[in-house]
């Protein structure tokens, strides 16, 4: 069991406050309004929620009033409260609001008020027919004997928290819904990242086996050497022999070759015709192989090609 | 007092909460995701160079590549070969006579292995007749 804080009675000319400490507080009817009521509803909650159309009639309808209700024998207990007055209110009584551990009602002290107690010079506190009700004194003239109620050795259960009805911009089943949101996302974000982390494994496990086999060309400036030092051949070859290619594509019983030479450079090939037709042809076709064409006579064609 | 203030903003502070895991997680996955693609990039070249690496050596540095070079003495008839001389990595033809087909049969053995082509004259002696000249190296 967690300490208790100390309870105290709130009501309008209580005396002035003066303590650093949490307290809990018990409002008296001055501050709230009070319905009992027999329903056939289970749930506390349902019950929160019809609350505000029983006070339809009994509310300042200009003012801002929450609701509490809980369940009471066979009865539903319905309080509606203006937490902005009763804060105000303690703060006059120099009680600062985060002080203000729980609030509770008086209605729950119903038991222990068959004799009324006394609250300053003109009220008093007493259950008349199962409902705590502040009374003038003088309507209890002859009952002298006011009880002395020792607060803190009663145990209350029905208190509200002043976060749940005041502070907290955001409702706790809000809160739960988007906490659990927020939550549940995060989740999915930690696991997607999670399984991005693991998606190379197979690229890893390729290039272990390569350099396994490899292990000379483990060093980047290796490969890039060997790279730099073969490509040039690999590109030059493929190109002398695309070119050879494609000069042999010109030759045909009509046309054939008279001389090629290769070097360094260039590749030259010397094309003879049948005709100044097919030398068009040959030269339209070697100008679609990219290849330089000069028609050095009617049927003698010049082709080359750039390495 | 802190105490207290933590108390009156706790929905709040559990929603801040849940919101800068949910924050820190969705940068995790970011990070995770950029360095990710960082490193599969850095592998998948480190791979495309081996195999490259590995292509290029075996096609330009292959050992029999010598022993290719011998077929160009014997592709064609010997009364076609003016003269052969093979050094090591290289190799000096020269040809006579040689029809249309035999052109072709030594080109085709000069394209289809790795040599590296430094010389190549073919000119034509008269009409189906042709002399060639070949310097190839490895």
């Given at each position: 069991m967690g300490k208790s804080n100390r309870k105290i009675l709130v009501y309008k000319d209580m005396p002035t406050i003066t303590t650093n400490e949490q307290i809990d507080i018990i409002l008296t009817p001055q501050f709230y309004s009070f319905l009992k009521e027999e329903l056939g509803i289970k749930f506390a909650y349902q019950a929160k929620q019809i609350a505000p159309s029983f006070f339809d009639d009994?509310?300042?309808?200009t003012k801002e009033y929450h609701f509490f209700v809980y369940k009471c024998?066979?009865?539903?207990c319905f309080f509606a409260y203006n937490i902005v007055e009763i804060i105000s209110f303690?703060?006059?009584?120099?009680?600062?609001?985060h002080q203000i551990n729980k609030i509770f009602f008086a209605q729950e002290l119903v038991e222990y008020m068959e004799q009324a107690i006394s609250l300053g010079n003109s009220t008093a506190l007493k259950s008349i027919d199962g409902i705590v009700t502040i009374l003038p004194k003088r309507v209890l003239e002859n009952e002298h004997n006011y009880q002395e109620l020792d607060l803190n050795s009663i145990s209350l259960n029905n208190g509200i928290s002043i976060s749940s009805s005041y502070s907290s911009l955001i409702p706790l089943k809000q809160t739960i819904t988007i906490t659990t949101l927020l939550v549940i996302l995060g989740g999915i974000f930690i696991v997607e990242g999670t399984q991005t982390k693991n998606?190379?494994?197979?690229?890893?496990?390729?290039?272990?086996?390569?350099?396994?086999?490899?292990?000379k060309l483990s060093s980047n400036r290796i490969r890039k050497s060997i790279l730099q030092q073969y490509e040039p051949i690999d590109k030059k070859e493929r190109l002398k022999r695309d070119t050879i290619d494609n000069i042999a594509k010109l030759l045909s019983s009509q046309s054939r070759l008279k001389k090629l030479t290769l070097d360094d450079k260039k590749i030259i090939a010397i094309i003879e015709t049948n005709s100044d037709k097919i030398s068009n042809q040959v030269i339209t076709n070697a100008h679609n192989s990219k290849l330089i064409v000069k028609k050095q006579s009617a049927k003698e064609i010049r082709v080359e090609g750039v390495l | 007092?802190?105490?207290?203030?933590i108390k009156r903003f706790r929905n709040e502070l559990i929603i801040l909460v849940a919101t800068l895991f949910a924050l820190f997680a969705f940068f995790y996955k970011l990070s995770a995701k950029n360095f990710i693609e960082e490193q599969k990039s850095q592998i998948v070249s480190s791979i495309s160079e081996i195999s490259r690496v590995n292509e290029l050596k075996k096609v330009w540095k292959s050992k029999s590549i010598s022993k290719k070079a011998d077929t160009f003495k014997t592709i064609v008839g010997r009364n076609k070969l003016k003269s052969f001389k093979k050094y090591s990595g290289k190799v000096m033809v020269s040809y006579k006579n040689l029809n249309f087909k035999e052109l072709n049969r030594v080109i085709k053995n000069m394209m289809n292995n790795p040599f590296r082509v430094v010389k190549l004259k073919i000119s034509e002696l008269s009409k189906g007749s042709y002399s060639m000249e070949l310097i190839c190296k490895w």
């Open positions: 009994y509310l300042d309808s024998e066979e009865y539903w303690l703060e006059d009584k120099g009680l600062k609001e998606s190379i494994q197979s690229d890893k496990d390729k290039l272990e086996v390569l350099l396994d086999k490899n292990p | 007092m802190n105490l207290m203030v």
